[in-house]
């Protein structure tokens, strides 16, 4: 099950083609709860720093709003965030909801990008 604004060209998988902060809980409910959800989302970025990291962050609250509405109890979470002055209340808020919380930055990441992700396991 996949929400974007527009579909992927891929074979299988069923995709909500809506903004994810349009879309309800009840309609993705139709084919869950879900054992994990993974949230990639990330702004149209402008440039400006503060600006694109506050709107990151509502649509990290947005997906982990969605993932304790959907999720199973004890699924998980992963979901990318933007470093930036909110970031550290985000994992908190992900802290209340989750067992086992980390930040994580893939060794693959540039050095000079301000993302990391949030992995959490065991919805309480």
């Known amino acids: 099950m996949g929400v974007d604004l527009s579909a992927p060209d891929l074979k299988g998988g069923t995709w909500i083609t809506e903004s994810v902060l349009e ?6 409910l139709e084919h869950g709860p879900y054992d994990l959800v993974v949230s990639d989302l990330a702004p149209k970025t402008t440039g400006a720093r503060i600006v694109d990291h506050v709107r990151q962050i509502e649509l990290a609250d947005r997906a982990l709003s969605l993932a304790r509405l959907v999720g199973k109890p004890g699924s998980s979470f992963v979901c990318k965030v933007f470093e930036g002055e909110d970031a550290g ?5 992900v802290r209340e ?3 086992d919380v980390k930040r994580l930055k893939p060794e693959g990441t540039r050095t000079n990008s301000v993302e990391f992700f949030v992995v959490a396991k065991g919805r309480i």
Request: hydrophobic share 45%; charged share 35%; aromatic share 14%.
């Open 23 to 28: 879309v309800t809980s009840e309609r993705l």
């Open 89 to 93: 209340a985000f994992v908190d808020r």
């Open 97 to 99: 909801a989750y067992r």
